[in-house]
């Protein structure tokens, strides 16, 4: 989920978001050296710091289910209990930590290790500033010390880890499901409550693997004296490389899990979206991507030149902060620590960081003509968006009356089933009242959710259609049943069919929202889009019985909604 940059910088964002129009002038044969390096990077011995737990000479996965041997070396996860039907794999390393010398190089796979190493708890989500949808900086997990955290240095630099759910059985060949959070790629983290996969590997008989890569400024950073010659390094798209060589990881491990290596689908919200649409046109994921459910988000690249000027702006910010280092450039930006570096950023408003970037290695110059021509036209698209996403969006155009902080605290301690007085007007601002004014907050919010989320929407499922891709799919999710005042505060908001996504909605940033009345309603609809979702990582397609009704293929979008008891289906065509 993307936290919006606020005042200037928004405009800027905006007004990149659309199809970068340079040509593919990149050789061939760099695409194929780039490749190789990626797929020969060596794999270091074993190291010191192996959680020990037995030898991995006494591994016998029939004796303990969650006792397994990946490519890099034995685990043992947990299981989750009868009541969950679940085993789960956390915290498990797919690269070395991305610290030191290997800040801003493509991850190096992780060392093997020969003893069995403890999977059973969630890594740090990586270094970030702090705003709603980062972790706590009591680690990664939601509480309400996540305010506390908002606009500081969050998360740590050795964060590159996944987790594995599926369900407590012996099938094999499982559907494989491969989550991406969002964030604006510039914050989140894989431990949020809401991407918890348990329900949704049950539910859906699949594997269930969320992972975390580096975001902001550590994940996206193209600057004079990055690279050495290497491609991969100039390309500047390090989350982008880390998100390949996790997705290898599970391409490499998915049997040892019980899942399908020949049936992977890439799902991703918001930003997180806008990393599939990434992985779909990239060389180095060609083959490895085999459904897509990219979920309010679309094919959205920055050209080198804004990458370059924003590198530019943040070490002069840099220099400026610390003058006495006698350091410069990338020099001096190497010798801050982590938390330092985000200060920075933070300070001086630089924390939006252009991502993806079109480097014509990693990701082609030109991805819109790259998707056109058919390289996604066999791979199923699932997409979706939410009716009002732009009302997540306030603080971007100074709707929000309270502070972050007092908005965060008043929405974590908000009881749904007892709301109390509070209204509308507590939490816009006058001048967008009554929300529904011409020039109020649901016009505001609708223009938000057309240039951010709608619009590149469109743009790229057509450009798939154009290409002949004939299995695309797309939904509109329209829910609002939360208590006054938030049904008109936040409504159908960003992000918020993730809980249905998942069934999780216990306490996340969206808890206000579920309450004792609209439970039964919410549980029908989550239930049903599950029941799609399923139907899509099987078969290519979300239609199935219990619709009651055809999903047409895009442009047609597929209303989903319900009301506190009964879910409620239609239809449209709006584009």
Known sequence: MPAMPSGAVIVRELAGRRRTTSSLLRPLLGIVVATAVLTAMPIAPASADTVHAGSANTVHPGKDPTLVRTTLGPIVGRDEGRSSGTYSWRGIPYAEPPVGSLRWRPPKPHRSWADVRRAQQFGSGCTQPGRFFSPSPNGPFYDLAVRDGLQQPVGEEDCLTLNVFRPSTSKHNLPVVFFIHGGSNVVGYSADPMYDGRELARRTQAVVVTVNYRVGIFGWLSAEGLGDGNSLSASGNFGTLDLVNALRFVDQNARTFGGDPDNISVMGQSAGAVNVWSLLVSPLSRGMVDKAIPLSGGLSTRTVASARAYADRVMQAAKSDHPSSGKSGIELLRSLSADDLVRVLVKHQLDATPAVIADGTVIPSDPYAVLESGV?????????????????????????????????????????????????????????????????????????????????NRDSLDALARSGNRSLYHYRFDWNQEPAPFDQVYGAVHAIDLPFVFRNFGRNVFSYAFSQQNQPGRLRLSDLMIASIRNFVDKGSPQHRGLGRTWNQWPASLVLDADDQHIQLGSTTDR
């Open 376 to 456: 996604g036209r066999d791979v199923p698209v699932l997409a979706g968006n939410t009716l009002e996403e732009g009302k997540l969006f306030g603080s971007s155009v100074g709707a929000h009356k309270p502070s972050d902080y007092d908005r965060f605290t008043l929405q974590y301690l908000f009881d749904p089933d007892n709301p109390g007085t509070l209204t509308t007007s507590d939490l816009l601002k006058d001048e967008y009242l009554p929300v529904d004014k011409p020039g109020g907050w649901n016009d505001a919010a609708a223009a938000l959710t057309d240039l951010v989320f709608t619009g590149i």
